[in-house]
């Protein structure tokens, strides 16, 4: 379920807060680039049984920086393949963890 939240500071343009995305403003509806980087998270959210994707977001987070989170590194590499979650592999992610 998508929704849309005209709230957001900075710079995010979208969330996911497993079962929703959420994006800052309805013209990001369009942008299929995003919604597929967020359907990857809502995928790798399913595989971990959503509480322990969020612990070692954060846990990445704190020592490798937002761009370090290997979650965000497979969504990054794979949103422009609008085909990527028919092909994905069960836990793709961890090839990107290190």
């Known amino acids: 379920m998508i929704l ?14 497993f079962p929703f995305i959420i994006l ?3 013209d990001l509806l369009q942008d299929k ?3 597929n980087h967020e359907k990857i998270h809502l995928r790798q ?13 954060l846990i990445e987070y704190i ?3 937002y761009r370090g989170i290997s979650f965000e590194r497979e ?7 609008l085909d990527y979650l028919k092909k994905r592999k069960l836990f793709a ?6």
């Open 4 to 17: 849309i939240l005209d709230i957001f500071i900075g710079t995010f343009r979208g969330i996911t807060l």
């Open 24 to 26: 800052k403003s309805k």
């Open 33 to 35: 680039k995003l919604i």
């Open 45 to 57: 959210q399913i595989e971990l049984l959503i509480i322990p994707f969020y612990i070692i977001y």
């Open 63 to 65: 020592l490798k920086g």
């Open 75 to 81: 969504a990054y590499d794979n949103d422009q393949d």
């Open 93 to 98: 992610w961890t090839k990107y963890f290190k």
